[in-house]
C-alpha cells in the first residue's frame, strides 16, 4: 500500500511559540491531503483539507489564523501550530488519498508546556 | 459533512466470543473504509468496499457494505487480544469519520 510519513512523531513546545508538522506521500503524489485531531479515546476530527497549489479548506469552528496549512508540493504538506497553548496538544494525524483510499501518517504528538 | 454513526461505541468481550460492529449513516457513498486503530498510532487500513452487498474476508474479518451504500458492517470471529484496539469507518469524499468503537478483547 502506499506510504504517508509524518514528522516529528513528538514534538515539546512551549507556550506561545509555533510548531511546525510535516506530512509526505513517499511513494505518490497527492494533490490533497488532510489533516485532523484526535482527542484521547475519541474518533479523529477533520481539521481542514490541504490542496496543492491552493488554499487549504477548514471544517467549521477551525481557527484558519491558528492552524496554517501549506500544501507546498504535490508529496508535501504542512501544519504550522502557531502561538501554541497547552489545549492545543494534542495528536494530530494527516492522511492523503490514492484512488478511492485514504492512507495515514503514523500521527504526531504534540505538548504544548 | 455527512456524519458516520457507529456502534457500540465501546465494547468489552472475552477472547474467542464473536462481535459485530455497525457503521451507519444517511448519506450514499461511493467507497468505504475500516481501520484499526492503535493507542499513539495512525488508523492502518484494513479494507475498502467499493460495491452495493459487496462482502470482503480478511482472516477472522468480515466487512459488509450494505446494498444501497450507507451503511457497513465489521464481524470478528472468534475475538483475540490482540483484536483490541479502536476500529473506525470512514467515507472518503469528505473523509468523514465514524464516531468509533473501541473494542477490548479480555483474555
Known amino acids: 500500500g502506499a506510504v504517508v510519513s509524518q514528522h516529528p512523531s513528538r514534538v515539546i513546545c512551549k507556550s506561545g511559540t509555533s510548531v511546525k508538522i510535516e506530512c509526505r506521500s513517499l511513494d505518490f503524489q497527492a494533490t490533497t491531503m488532510f489533516w485532523y485531531r484526535q482527542f484521547p479515546k475519541q474518533s479523529l476530527m477533520l481539521m481542514a483539507t490541504s490542496n496543492e497549489g491552493s488554499k487549504a479548506t477548514y471544517e467549521q469552528g477551525v481557527e484558519k489564523d491558528k492552524f496554517l496549512i501549506n500544501h507546498a508540493s504535490l508529496t508535501l504538506s504542512t501544519l504550522t501550530v502557531t502561538s501554541a497553548h497547552p489545549e492545543d496538544s494534542s495528536f494530530y494525524i494527516c492522511?492523503?488519498?490514492?484512488?478511492?483510499?485514504?492512507?495515514f501518517g503514523e500521527g504526531s504528538w504534540l505538548t504544548v508546556v | 459533512t455527512q456524519l458516520l454513526e457507529q456502534s457500540p461505541q465501546f465494547l468489552s468481550i472475552q477472547e474467542g466470543e464473536n462481535l459485530t460492529v455497525y457503521c451507519n449513516s444517511s448519506?450514499?457513498?461511493?467507497?468505504l473504509q475500516w481501520y484499526r486503530q492503535e493507542p499513539g498510532e495512525g488508523p492502518v487500513l484494513l479494507v475498502t468496499v467499493v460495491t452495493g452487498g459487496e462482502v470482503k474476508k480478511l482472516k477472522r474479518l468480515t466487512f459488509q457494505f450494505g446494498d444501497a451504500r450507507k451503511d457497513s458492517s465489521l464481524h470478528i470471529t472468534a475475538a483475540q487480544p490482540g483484536d483490541t484496539g479502536l476500529y473506525l469507518c470512514a467515507a472518503y469524499q469528505k473523509v468523514t469519520f465514524g464516531t468509533g468503537t473501541k473494542l477490548q478483547v479480555i483474555p
Open positions: 448519506s450514499v457513498f461511493s467507497s
Open positions: 492522511s492523503a488519498p490514492l484512488g478511492n483510499t485514504i492512507y
